[in-house]
């Protein structure tokens, strides 16, 4: 070792640097061993990036109850939302601002507002959903609202943004695998940019407002497919459900659903529909993918006062192997 000394010589300080070097992985490994023992049978808390200090089977090994990342990370390892905007990483959820949004707002399968109960109250989406707190506590105490969407496409904001990024992390730690989170403001500035896209266009409202304000006397409601598990949440709609297809009836869109109505998206097949109905109706619209159905929709919601309501993100190919859609 004197060798080794002679050729490498320690500087001043040098062995204080190493002392301390030294000291911080052993705070490490002795954190990751206390999140291990506080579930001793593997899993509850134990985090799949600290080493694996209690030899737990990493297939085992859950965060906050959900399943692990392909690339795990310990908490202490989770970036800033600065970090996450400008460099990303294992522990950031894609960080989305308002140009883009103003673009892809009717394109996530869910999205969850995690604003107070008051702020909720005051304004919100519709067809969002509402889990306050969620910045501060475990997403597993959220199941009841969120179970089962680990896999879907969601988006995640509040008022300003740093709730939604730390309400973003905490869907990370339990598993959620595609999460996205609004930074560039929070839900007020997007209505208000919503709003005023959609006032200036020539298609008003386009589908970023009826999704912002839902049913209106100009909008239709959006009823996007990721939120349609079976035929029951299409009969909640209301008791007397009227099936549309609005699709062109030639190859390839010949077949249709069981008691569904076909009603080409022309100015007169919508009138002359819409003087059959009946006023207690329920007329949910549907096509090939969402954006024809939500046109005839918004025609239709010009001529009819009952509740007209269009399925979006996906449409007929979907729609039939819904569970019970026959019985409809």
């Known amino acids: 070792s004197s060798g080794i000394n002679a ?22 490994q002795a954190r990751c061993i206390e999140l291990c023992e506080r579930a001793p049978e593997c899993g509850g808390s134990c985090y799949a990036t600290c080493d694996n ?11 906050y109850g959900g399943e692990c990342q392909d690339q795990g990370f310990c908490q202490s390892e989770f970036l800033h939302l600065e970090d996450c905007v400008e460099e990303g990483g294992p522990s950031c959820p894609t960080m989305v601002w308002m140009d883009k949004l103003l673009h892809s707002f009717t394109r996530y399968d869910f999205r969850i507002d995690v604003r107070s109960i008051e702020e ?52 990370l730690r339990y598993g959620f695998k595609d999460v996205n989170s609004f930074y560039h403001g929070g839900f007020p500035n997007l209505a208000a940019a919503i709003t005023e896209q959609s006032e200036q266009s020539e298609d008003h409202p386009n589908k970023n407002y009826c999704y912002i304000s839902g049913g209106s006397d100009i909008c239709p409601t959006p009823l996007p497919l990721s939120h ?31 008691n569904a109505k076909r009603v080409p998206n022309k100015p007169k097949k919508i ?33 009819f006062g009952g509740k007209i309501v269009w399925i979006d993100n996906g449409g007929y190919e979907e729609l039939k192997e819904v569970p019970g859609i026959k019985q409809l």
């Open 120 to 171: 909720w109250e005051e304004g919100h989406a519709n067809m969002s959903i509402s889990t306050p707190g969620l910045s501060k506590n475990p997403a597993s105490g959220y199941l009841d609202n969120i179970g089962g969407l680990e896999d879907k496409h969601i988006l995640v904001y509040c008022r300003s943004g740093g709730r939604a990024f730390a309400a973003s992390q905490n869907l």
């Open 228 to 258: 349609i598990n079976s035929v029951e949440d299409i009969r909640s709609l209301g008791e007397n459900i009227v099936l549309v297809d609005v699709r062109p009836k030639r190859e390839p869109y010949l077949k249709t659903l069981r």
């Open 7 to 28: 050729e490498w010589p320690l500087r001043p300080g040098s062995m204080v640097l190493c002392k301390l070097a030294l000291l911080v992985v052993v705070i490490f």
């Open 271 to 303: 009138a002359k529909f819409l003087a059959k109905v009946e006023e207690d109706a329920t007329i949910v619209v549907f096509c090939a993918e969402g954006t024809l159905a939500f046109h005839a929709a918004k025609a239709m919601r010009a001529g």
């Open 53 to 63: 200090s209690c030899g737990c089977n990493p297939a085992d090994i859950v965060t």
